[in-house]
Nanobody, 123 residues
Framework: QVQLVESGGGLVQAGGSLRLSCAAS????????MGWFRQAPGKEREFVAG????????YYQDSVKGRFTISRDNAKNMAYLQMNSLKPEDTAVYYC????????????????WGQGTQVTVSS
């Protein structure tokens, strides 16, 4: 059974940090693009960050550039999202996703999804 499981979410004050983890199982994701998305209440799911299979290509949504860092450890089948200087507008459910072909920032381009982890940033 192919699974992506996110962890590390929680409640944090504005200016704080969280590190999200994504544990992949059921197949190797070492050749896939990994991405993080988020969905706030009443809003559409949006792309946050993506990383190529070898970590050599990174892409971020403008609103998180300089604050968030995506990384991966292929040996452990893990992906991470380090979030610093968090703002209340970062409050959302965060999803990990894997893309087997191509390089897309659209959720339609991703093949596997986790169940999400809640991140709440208080002001």
């Amino acid at each position: 059974q192919v699974q992506l499981v996110e962890s590390g979410g929680g409640l944090v004050q504005a200016g704080g940090s969280l590190r999200l983890s994504c544990a992949a199982s059921g197949r190797s994701f070492s050749s896939d693009v990994m991405g993080w998305f988020r969905q706030a209440p009443g809003k559409e799911r949006e792309f946050v960050a993506g990383i190529s299979w070898d970590g050599g290509r990174l892409y971020y949504q403008d609103s998180v550039k300089g604050r968030f860092t995506i990384s991966r450890d292929n040996a452990k089948n893990m992906a991470y999202l380090q979030m610093n200087s968090l703002k209340p507008e970062d409050t959302a459910v965060y999803y990990c996703a894997a893309q087997t072909t191509g390089w897309s920032t659209s959720s339609n381009g991703y093949d596997y999804w986790g169940q999400g982890t809640q991140v709440t940033v208080s002001s």
